[in-house]
């Protein structure tokens, strides 16, 4: 911590108590009925991954229940759930997208 005689202007360093924001990943469920080139063209869509890392991670989840799709601050994981969801619905599909904290 830097100190000043009086009258000096005095600059001292604070630690900062702030955390940072917490992150959130982004995950797709695996179910029995959403097509598998459906799961991949939401990865391209709403997660900006390119067909060979779409297909993987839609692969991962077929095979595993879940994979994650990113890892994004609150309000954006809230709005790429909505997305996702308001897409799979509007194509009724069942894909499911959630998001935890991370
Ligand atoms: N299990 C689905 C099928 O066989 C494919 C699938 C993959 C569904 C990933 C959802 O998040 C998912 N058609």
Redo the contacts with the bound molecule.
Sequence with gaps: MATRKQGESVLEAVRSKAKPPPLFKVM?????????EF?VVVLQRFFSMNREQATRI?LK??REGVGICGVFPRDVAATKVELVTGYAREHQHP?ACVMEES
């Design positions: 797709l469920l695996n179910d029995d009925y959403t097509p598998m799961v839609m989840v077929h894909l």
